[in-house]
């Protein structure tokens, strides 16, 4: 069903744009046309600066229940103590703890990228653009490339990431 671009239906379609009706809106009351059609038209008759749309009344929103208000919490396992919680009747978004701060009585060693070996800390401390850059330095096991503190830091255990993700 093609119908041409009438001079009418031109005038209409101008009319239209300028009261601020969307394309689709306009494709459906001139009928026989899509709305990239009248994308296209709009664009081609160099139509532009259209009137703001009108604003349609706000939907009331329906107030959505909890999905598990009473939502059941597994035993916690720290170390070999286990810990039943109760469950809650709302959880709170759970927030990774900060890492605690590097003490002050072991300071970097301040390593470059030509000092460090297998056995020195990788993490990069400050921004590689600057002449302050460096790397902690300290000393790591064997086989990982961050000390104790920043293994910390970068390793987070596989029973947290699965928690986080339910949690998403």
Aim: contains cysteine.
């Amino acid at each position: 069903m093609d119908l041409s671009w009438t001079d009418d239906r031109v005038e209409r379609l101008k009319t239209l744009w300028m009261e601020g009706h969307s394309a689709s809106q306009i494709a459906a009351e001139l009928g026989g046309v899509t709305r990239n059609a009248v994308i296209g038209k709009v664009h081609r008759l160099g139509l532009s600066g259209r009137a703001k749309p009108q604003p349609q009344a706000a939907r009331p929103r329906k107030a959505r229940e909890p999905s598990h208000p009473m939502r059941p919490v597994a035993p916690i396992t720290i170390g070999n103590l286990a810990v039943k919680a109760e469950p809650m009747a709302e959880a709170a978004p759970e927030v990774a703890p900060a890492p605690a701060p590097v003490p002050e009585v072991v300071p970097f060693e301040r390593a470059t990228i030509l000092t460090l070996t297998e056995q020195t800390c990788k993490w990069p401390i400050g921004d590689p653009s600057r002449a302050d850059f460096f790397f902690c330095g300290r000393k790591s096991e064997s086989g990982v490339p961050y000390c104790t503190y920043h293994c910390r830091m970068a390793y987070q255990p596989a029973h947290d990431r699965r928690r986080d993700r339910k949690a998403s």
